[in-house]
Structures are given as structure tokens and as C-alpha cells.
């Protein structure tokens, strides 16, 4: 989503020399790698859409994968980006070398640019968990970020491991097609309860034809997820948070009826502590009779299945593991190297850290869209790409414009703002006690701490004193 966001606005700037490089043999990232059963995004389609490119065609308010992969694949091609990618080029290392990037790929090609621009995402690698015996497993078991769809699941004994939002979907749409459903749960997980509307022709023929009224549902929805959902999470005392832990017990209370069922799904940690998933048919699907919630820990996996530490042995036919990403190796694991041999890893000793999650002291002319700290916990990421990649534009204009050969953030400015951010995640929803993929090494959370407007505020115009300029050569 963001190389092509880049990619689009960088021809709109008038730089045409440029190349979008694709690890991959087709675009889309995430949309592309996840095609579980019940993939869908949870923020509002109309929201999750381009500035610049309205959808009037979306199916439901929160669209499924499918229909966002097509949405993606459409904008590039609409814009002739398709043309500017080279797929099927993983990219290993990247080193700054007199003045420029020396590129390095998994083919063993070759590039030498100006400007980098990373586009990565923070969702791509996926976590297997190591458990003993998972080699041994004589049914099917895959992550779900690789679904197997050469493997039937029509009335066969299903196991999901993980109950977050890919779980959740995976179990509400599966149950019914399914034999049996185990689901493990090592954390039980907030739910709020997510009404996902359809779009009647009606509707979007207006859409076609009035422009304007998408901008207006677009305004309204933003509008509406911005108070109700984003800006509440960075007060752990604000009424918008005690709304939403309301809501979620709420949801608990009145879909589980048996009370034995309800204590073991409810959470020990405050909502939207760890990532809220937001759906409709879980606590439904979990208590249909050919679905079991596990709860015992997982001693190890077995030729016939799942064995937890009460001696049960679950047999299964098919295992997922739900288990999410690696979300902290942004860039990782290429080799990336910058100024007098400073190496990412040594930037990142003992987390990772930027300036505004774009810049990076002694990385001169180096760019990252998403980058730590960027806002992945409570905004929509098409909206952050899209004010990030602006912001990142008049980095490389000023560059342009002066003459000089590098720009990059100052060592004081980027020890500043990521002490603000440390001061500000204090206050935050996501300190109050849990374990969460947003939390790094050291328990800091790795998003953003400040409201949807400071967030465009801040990012609206650099401040030019943070920033080091040196001449070209």
C-alpha cells in the first residue's frame, strides 16, 4: 500500500526516475500475503481508501481482503505504477556509500540511487512460535499469512492457535464449515462489537455519480472512528477509553450465556491494552457445539494433534497458527548501513527509534513510510502513509532546491522526540499491563502516544532546524 502511495506521488512531483522494488511476485503487501477465510479490515473502508482515489464499489462498511487487494491492484494500475515495479526482487542490504545507496538483492543485482525510500510495512513477517514436536504433525499445518488453500477444511477437525483479530475472523467463518473447532487460547482478547453493513446499489450509484458524497461519508467516518476510537486509547482515564471498556463487557455479558464459557473469555488486562479486535460472530462462533475454546497451556504438537499440559491430546486434521508478525523488524532483515558504517542495528541498540518515524540520524537521504512510532495503533495506515510520504517529499525537495548532497535528522532532535514519545506513552492505554505486539524489547510501546490532529499538526511542515543539510560534493 505505501510503495504505491509513493510511487504515485513521487510522478506527481515531478520525479519520474525512480523504482518501486517488490520482494514479492504481485503487489498489494498484506492484502496480498492474507487470504485466510474471513479476512477483512477493521477500519471503515471509505476511511481505508486513498485521499486521492474514492472507492464507490466497496461491498460493506469494513471490506473484505479480497476487495482491498483488487482496490490496491486497480490505483496502480490506474496510475502506471504496475509498470515501475521490478517484482520478485527481495532487497538484502543497503549501504550508504560516497553519497549514495548502494542496493544489494537476493538475485545478486545490483542498484546505485540517491534516495531510499522504505515501504516495508510492519505486518509482513509472520511469527511461528516454536513448539516441540511441530515438525512431527502428520496433518496440515500452516501460519495464516500462507493459507493453504490446496487443503480442504470442510469437515475436518480444525485447530486455531491465537486468538486475536486473524483468529477471531478465521473462527467466526470457519465454525460452521468445519467438523470441530479447537481454538487455543494462551491470552483471551477484548472484543468490541463491530456492525459491518452492506452497501445497497442505491447507495453506491450515488457514490459513481456525486463524488462529493463519498468525501462527505469519508468525513463523517473519519470523524466518527477519530473521537470514538483513535484519540480516546491515549487517555487510559478518558471517557471515550471507559466507553470502549463498557461497550466490550457489554458485548462479553449479553453474546456469552454460559457463565463458565464468559469467565474463561473474559480478559485480565483493561481493553484496547493489547490491539481491540472489532468484530460480530466470534462469541457466537465459539459456542456453536462442534467448537471448543482451549485454555490449558500447549505442552507440544503430536502426529495426531495438539497435546496441552493436562495430559489431553486434541486431534486434529488441519492446524493454523494465528500467531501474528514480527512487527518490530520493520526493514529487517536487510543489512543496512549508513554513514561511516553505522549500522541499523547499531541505531536500534538497544530499540528502534527515528525522528517523526521517517528520518534517522547518519542515515542521510533515507526514508521510512511507517516507521517506528508511526500511528499503526489507532489511525488508518493509508492516511499515516499519505502524511508521512508528504512529509518525506519536501525532505527530498530540499534537497533538490539547495544543492546539497544529504539530509537526515540531527542526533539532538531525534533524542528529543523520542523522549516526548516516552513521556507521553505514560499516560497511555497501552502501559496499563499487558503483553502486546505493540510493546517493544523494552516494553515501550513502538505507536503513537498524541491525538489524529497533533499527528497532522507536527507532520504538516518539517522543522528545518532538525534537520542536518551537507552540500554535494
Known amino acids: 500500500m505505501s510503495g504505491i502511495l509513493a510511487g504515485i506521488r513521487l510522478r506527481e512531483a515531478g520525479i519520474d526516475d525512480f523504482v518501486i522494488y517488490e520482494k514479492a511476485h504481485d503487489l498489494g503487501g498484506t492484502w496480498r500475503d492474507n487470504t485466510y477465510p474471513g479476512l477483512a479490515c477493521d477500519v471503515p473502508s471509505h476511511v481505508y481508501s486513498?485521499?486521492?482515489?474514492?472507492?464507490?464499489?466497496?461491498?460493506?462498511?469494513?471490506?473484505?481482503?479480497?476487495?482491498i487487494h483488487r482496490y490496491l491492484t486497480r490505483t496502480a494500475e490506474e496510475h502506471g505504477i504496475r509498470e515501475r515495479i521490478v517484482f520478485d526482487r527481495e532487497a538484502t542490504a543497503c549501504s550508504y556509500q560516497d553519497g549514495r545507496w548502494q542496493l544489494e538483492f537476493a538475485d545478486g543485482s545490483r542498484d546505485s540511487v540517491d534516495f531510499v525510500i522504505t515501504a516495508v510495512g510492519v505486518?509482513?513477517?509472520p511469527n511461528m512460535p516454536e513448539i516441540e514436536g511441530a515438525a512431527s504433525f502428520e496433518g496440515a499445518l500452516f501460519h495464516s499469512a500462507r493459507w493453504d488453500h490446496s487443503v480442504p477444511i470442510e469437515g475436518?477437525?480444525?485447530?486455531?492457535?491465537?486468538?486475536?483479530?486473524t483468529a477471531v475472523q478465521i473462527v467466526s467463518a470457519i465454525t460452521e464449515k468445519?467438523?470441530?473447532l479447537t481454538l487455543f487460547q494462551r491470552t483471551a482478547q477484548w472484543i468490541m462489537p463491530g456492525q459491518n453493513p452492506a452497501y445497497s446499489e442505491d447507495e453506491k450509484q450515488r457514490y459513481r455519480e456525486d463524488p462529493a458524497a463519498i468525501d462527505h461519508l469519508r468525513t463523517e467516518l473519519d470523524l466518527s472512528f477519530t473521537r470514538q476510537f483513535s484519540d480516546a486509547l491515549i487517555g487510559s482515564e478518558s471517557p471515550g477509553m471507559k466507553r470502549i471498556e463498557e461497550m466490550t463487557r457489554q458485548h462479553l455479558e449479553a453474546k456469552v450465556l454460559d457463565p463458565e464459557l464468559r469467565d474463561r473469555l473474559r480478559p485480565d488486562y483493561r481493553a484496547a491494552c493489547k490491539r481491540l479486535v472489532v468484530a460480530d460472530g466470534f462469541y457466537e462462533a465459539i459456542q456453536q457445539p462442534n467448537a471448543a475454546l482451549v485454555t490449558e497451556e500447549i505442552e507440544c504438537i503430536e502426529p495426531?494433534?495438539?497435546?496441552?499440559?493436562d495430559g489431553v491430546l486434541h486431534e486434529l486434521d488441519v492446524l493454523v497458527f494465528a500467531t501474528g508478525f514480527r512487527a518490530h523488524d520493520f526493514?529487517?532483515?536487510?543489512?543496512?548501513?549508513?554513514?561511516?558504517?553505522?549500522?541499523?542495528?547499531?541505531?536500534?541498540?538497544?530499540t528502534p527509534r527515528a525522528y517523526r518515524s521517517v528520518s534517522m540520524p547518519d542515515f542521510p537521504n533515507f526514508f521510512m513510510i511507517v516507521g517506528p512510532h508511526s500511528p499503526v495503533g489507532n489511525f488508518s495506515l493509508i492516511e499515516i502513509s499519505e502524511i508521512q510520504v508528504g512529509y518525506i517529499l519536501k525532505l527530498i525537495e530540499r534537497v533538490r532546491e539547495s544543492g546539497s548532497g544529504e539530509i537526515c535528522a540531527r542526533p539532538e532532535a531525534t533524542d528529543r522526540f523520542n523522549a516526548s514519545i516516552r513521556e507521553a506513552m505514560k499516560g497511555t492505554i497501552w502501559v496499563?499491563?499487558?503483553?502486546?505486539?505493540?510493546?517493544?524489547a523494552n516494553g515501550i510501546p513502538a505507536t503513537w502516544p498524541f491525538t489524529v490532529q497533533t499527528f497532522r499538526d507536527e507532520m504538516a511542515e518539517p522543522d528545518w532546524a532538525d534537520f542536518e543539510t551537507i552540500p554535494a560534493a
Request: contains cysteine; proline residues 9%.
Open 50 to 67: 486513498y485521499s486521492f482515489a474514492p472507492n464507490p464499489e466497496w461491498s460493506r462498511r469494513f471490506s473484505p481482503g479480497p476487495e
Open 123 to 125: 505486518l509482513h513477517h
Open 156 to 165: 475436518r477437525r480444525v485447530g486455531v492457535i491465537g486468538t486475536g483479530s
Open 178 to 180: 468445519v467438523e470441530t
Open 304 to 309: 495426531a494433534g495438539v497435546r496441552t499440559r
Open 331 to 350: 526493514m529487517r532483515p536487510m543489512r543496512i548501513t549508513g554513514r561511516a558504517g553505522k549500522t541499523l542495528d547499531e541505531a536500534w541498540d538497544p
Open 432 to 440: 496499563t499491563g499487558c503483553n502486546s505486539w505493540y510493546l517493544d
